[in-house]
């Protein structure tokens, strides 16, 4: 047989504390010639009491019975009234009280003072629950669930504190908060039961999973003890709860024929007393006393079944503060929420200051309390887990947005946390991002483009979602542009054939280089800038096609042909410059900006196949005016008359100065001829 003593098994912090206070102020006592007494035993052990007893420190029930002598109050406390009665008596006070019950009182009574009412799951008879009580006015004290239920029903509208007996169970009182809660009661819980039991009653549980029986070494009276049997039973496996080796049925053990055989004490029980049991133990052959550590190497802890899966209350508060491994937060449970920060999004980069700030709203899971620390802990994952699924569904199907933060940057895009793990390819997240590891912990609004329903993720898209918004408010922007309408707009883009202006947020209009003046533009550019604010007028709208065609040119004064034409002569010969090709002709510009056509057939006597072929953009030329249409400002020219005639003009000077030249010849003849026949 093996035989494995509990680490913990022995006297508490607590109760050497009272036994140290309590030795020490027997000495004194005794030095100054009195003596001195417990009220009550010190400790729920006898045998430590009568060892007490044997060392000058006796245990009286009434302060009648102290007789002049030192009082010590015990580990668990006493009522307010002995300490006012042995104050009025003139006694001299000792206090041992455990600071574990110490802070049981205050919360308490703290908790009275503020209006709440205080619910003690504890046994009222106990020395510790009945001085707590002593300081309150109108608690609710039971280990009865039910009677707690009651006590609490028949108080509805109160604002309830769960306090503990030190020595509880930690699972059961937070059980009989839970259970209040659920009842619909105003109700906060802190944990006050003491560190060490809750070692100890840990312990007891997973050695009792361990061996094939147990001992549990204590007094009867002992609460914490009690609890120990209690734990060690719900195993399984056979438990012996005895005062001593005296009360240990050490035949009916070794008949048992155990293989492991677990001892743990209670918070009162002397070294002593557990080293006698042991020993007992080792008598009967025991091979070797071990160790927690060594037995739990020898047989490692199996994994748990999963447990069965509570249903998680889910809140949504206020983020009170936030830290680097944590958000805490109000959430109507008296105090403050913790959200550690691996509960706060699955992603591990992320700090829980990327993600929230003092004041943001947050909905939680409330997990377990930790009575240990005193804390509730709640998780947003399991909150999330919750709801998101549904959720990504339900914007799935309708394609309205989700907003997440993107917690992870990943080959080829991005992670968001959107409850559930949605993957961001690069190309959807809507601009061009060179580094993604940037953009981690940016909020984003995103569209569920895809699910992925077996492994419960998403495939989300930031763009698609801008490219709807872009549309929806180019519609509503469409909307605003009337045929007619004057607007300002800003030139965005210039090509060859007009400029793309932009009246509104995703809505351009057309403005055609032949609107943009009166005059003729060759390109847009001789005008325009890109960047350039304009005022243009709206003259058609295609609905169907979302296309606007605009103009300037309608804004400006349109010019007077006649005026423009007004000193041309038809017939007479102008200087101009060829400023447009056609396949069908060349506009020429004359001084003072009029343009007018030479049709190809009027370029040249010979035939000209294109005017490409005899002319060029920018050369001079000279043109007959042909025609000159007021009405529509239509000028017809000709190169080839005007060179007719420039033609004919020389030609008559020539033959005008020939036949001057040809005179004076004759003339002068004659003259010569008449001077010599005088001769
Ligand atoms: S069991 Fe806890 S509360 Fe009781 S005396 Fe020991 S330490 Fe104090």
Not at 185 to 200: F, Q, S, W
Not at 214 to 220: A, E, N
Not at 242 to 257: F, Q, R, T, Y
Not at 552 to 565: D, S, V
């Amino acid at each position: 047989m093996k035989v494995i003593l509990a680490e913990s098994a022995g006297f508490c912090a607590g109760v050497r504390r009272a036994v140290d206070i309590a030795v020490d102020a027997v000495g004194k006592a005794e030095a100054e010639g009195r003596g001195c007494a417990t009220l009550g035993p010190l400790i729920h052990n006898d045998d430590m009491i009568r060892s007490l007893e044997r060392q000058g420190l006796p245990s009286v029930s009434e302060l009648s019975e102290t007789a002049g002598r030192d009082i010590v109050v015990p580990s668990h406390g006493t009522s307010s009234g002995v300490l006012k009665e042995a104050a009025s008596m003139g006694l001299r006070v000792v206090d041992a009280t455990c600071p574990h019950v110490n802070r049981l009182k205050k919360k308490a009574v703290d908790w009275e003072a503020g209006g709440g009412t205080v619910v003690i799951v504890g046994d009222r008879r106990h020395p510790e629950i009945s001085g707590v009580a002593s300081y309150l006015r109108d608690p609710i004290i039971s280990d009865d669930q039910e009677e707690i239920l009651k006590g609490a029903a028949s108080r509805r509208g109160e604002r309830f504190l769960v306090l503990a007996q030190t020595t509880q169970v930690a699972e059961f009182v937070i059980g009989v908060f839970e259970a209040l809660r659920a009842a619909g009661h105003d109700v906060i819980y802190k944990n006050t039961v003491c560190p060490a039991t809750k070692e100890r009653q840990e312990e007891t549980r997973r050695l009792s999973c361990k061996v094939d029986a147990m001992i549990v070494i204590g007094g009867p009276k002992s609460a914490n003890t009690r609890r120990l049997e209690e734990i060690a039973g719900a195993s399984g496996k056979p438990t012996y709860r005895v005062a001593n080796l005296s009360e240990l049925d050490v035949k009916g053990i070794k008949d048992a024929g155990y293989d492991k055989l677990g001892i743990t004490a209670g918070a009162s029980t002397p070294d002593g007393i557990i080293k006698e049991v042991v020993k007992a133990m080792a008598d009967l052959g025991a091979e070797k006393e071990m160790t927690m550590a060594e037995l739990e190497q020898l047989y490692p802890e199996k994994k748990e079944a999963a447990p069965v899966k509570k249903e998680l209350q889910v809140v949504t508060g206020k983020v009170t503060l936030v830290t680097d491994d944590e958000v805490l937060a109000d959430v109507g449970q008296g105090a403050d929420v913790h959200v550690p920060k691996d509960q706060l999004t699955f992603s591990k980069s992320v700090l829980p200051g990327q993600l929230f700030q003092p004041g943001d709203e947050i909905t939680v899971a409330l997990e377990d309390f930790d009575a240990q620390k005193d804390v509730q802990y709640a998780s947003k994952v399991k909150a999330d887990a919750i709801t998101s699924w549904e959720r990504a569904k339900g914007a799935f199907e309708s394609g309205s947005p989700l907003e997440g933060v993107i917690v992870e940057a990943v080959k080829a895009g991005v992670v968001v946390d959107l409850g559930l793990r949605a993957f961001m390819p690069a190309s959807q997240i809507g601009k061009r991002i060179e580094d993604l590891s940037t953009i981690v912990g940016t909020k984003v609004r995103v569209k569920v483009v895809e699910l992925e329903e077996n492994r419960k993720g998403a495939v989300v898209s930031a763009r698609a979602l801008l490219e709807e918004e872009a549309a929806r408010q180019r519609e509503e922007n469409f909307s605003k542009v009337q045929v007619g309408s004057v607007l300002q707009g800003v030139v965005r883009k210039i090509m060859p054939f007009g400029a793309f202006i932009n009246l509104f947020p995703g809505v351009d209009g057309l403005l055609h280089v032949s609107e943009i003046s009166w005059q003729r533009v060759g390109n847009p550019s001789e005008v325009l800038n890109e960047g350039m604010n304009v005022e243009i007028k709206v003259i058609a709208i295609d609905d169907a096609r979302g296309k606007i065609s605009l103009s300037m040119k309608q804004l400006a004064e349109k010019p007077r042909f006649k005026t423009m034409a007004v000193d041309l002569d038809e017939g007479g010969i102008y200087s101009g410059t060829v400023v447009k090709l056609m396949s069908f002709g060349a506009f020429i510009r004359l001084e003072g900006g009029a343009e007018g056509l030479v049709h190809v057939s009027q370029i040249s006597d010979s035939r000209v196949q294109s005017p490409e072929d005899v002319l060029s953009v920018g050369q001079e030329v000279k043109v007959k005016v042909l025609s000159v249409n007021h009405e529509n400002g239509r000028i017809s020219l000709s190169i080839k008359e005007a060179a007719d005639r420039a033609e004919r003009e020389k030609y008559e000077d020539y033959m005008k100065s020939s036949e001057e030249d040809f005179k004076i010849t004759i003339a002068d003849r004659i003259r010569i001829k008449q001077q010599s026949g005088k001769r």
